[in-house]
């Protein structure tokens, strides 16, 4: 039963990764950039601001920091570290048929050695996970975005190969606990 698990997962990687074009893989390559994101955690914060005064937003960003600091350290020292599964792109079997991105000529980006789970994933799902409640009222376009960003970057990560879908998968699960939980404390701290 593992072994079919692992080689639909291989396969359906396979599947997205082959879908490449020089456009796309220009355009994933920048979405997986964490720079790419910083306009709209500017914007996330810029909103905050205006919407539950400065106060207010300074708690919700030192919770929000706390989130991502748990789920990136959680996914890269314990899970990644602990787990120990090669990225598609490093993989001995998979690594040869992936199509990987030329950062520049004859350098391609193959990520990490270890790939479970994605910090990408878990980083965004528990970013737009804490935050949804605070946008329903007086931005719920707000989260549909952050949602839209979050599904093309965990995409990007599998298009570009060092990603599996259950890594993504994994990833976004734990990321999406991390800041439900996280939410749920700051409301004893912060009110909508």
Known sequence: MIEWLEHIDQELLLLINGWHSPLFDVI?????KAISLVPFYVITLYF????????????????????????DIVSTQVFKEGVKRYRPSHHLTV?????LYEERPGVFYRGGQYGFFSSHAANLAGFICF?????????????????????LV?????????????????GMLFGALV???IRVISRKFVSL
Do not use: Q
């Open 28 to 32: 994933c390559w920048n979405l997986s």
């Open 48 to 71: 905050l601001i205006k919407d539950y005064a400065l106060k207010k937003s300074l708690v919700l960003l030192g919770f929000m920091l706390v989130t991502l600091s748990i789920t």
């Open 95 to 99: 690594g040869p048929k992936v199509h």
């Open 131 to 151: 935050l949804y409640p605070w946008f329903v009222e007086k931005r719920r376009y707000w989260n549909y975005i952050l949602l839209g960003i979050g599904i």
């Open 154 to 170: 965990c995409y990007s990560r599998m298009y570009l190969g060092v990603h599996y879908p259950s890594d993504i998968l994994a």
């Open 179 to 181: 800041g439900w939980s």
